[in-house]
């Protein structure tokens, strides 16, 4: 496991603005897995790492339909793939990982960088390493803190 860092984000900006800094590290085939409770920040954050990674669209939660691609806005940028696991696997008889699977997000990487929200423990096998994101936010406050590390795969 590499070095973990730590943010303390006092606002929705800040952490829009940590996203767009993170975004300057990520390429293509990058998978980037956040972890935090409801309100947390993960689509928040996924906001800012879109506009550092210069996608077109505007980035929303894909609660609803699982998955949202988002195109590069140039010829050597990567698109964007924002994925909500939460629901996968809920009520459809299919596993969690096969409806993951079923997204064929593998594909995607080739041009992408792909972000899972509520992904821990599931889209880890996408890739052979995987940014991983910990959002907290403090009790009846607005205050959110960033934990976060590169991970590798078993095989690593």
């Known amino acids: 496991m590499a070095e973990q860092e730590t943010a303390v984000l006092a ?18 085939g990058d998978v980037v897995v956040l972890d935090g409770p409801l309100g947390a920040g993960k689509t928040t954050f996924t906001k800012g790492l879109a506009r550092g990674l210069g996608v077109i669209g505007r980035v929303s939660s894909p609660t609803f339909m699982f998955a949202r691609t988002h195109r590069p806005g140039s010829d050597t940028g990567p ?7 939460y629901r996968l696997g809920l009520g459809t008889g299919a596993s969690a990982t096969d409806e993951l699977d079923a997204l064929d997000l593998d594909t995607e990487l080739a ?4 972000v899972v929200e509520w992904g821990e423990g599931l889209a880890e096998t996408l890739a052979d390493r995987h940014l991983l994101i910990r959002l907290r936010r403090e009790p009846e ?7 976060w590390h590169w991970n590798r795969g078993p095989g690593e």
């Open 111 to 114: 041009d992408s960088v792909v």
């Open 11 to 28: 606002t929705a900006e800040d952490t829009e603005q940590l996203g767009e800094r993170l975004a300057a590290e990520l390429v293509a």
């Open 79 to 85: 698109g964007l793939v924002h994925v909500d696991a």
């Open 141 to 147: 406050s607005d205050v959110r803190t960033a934990t």
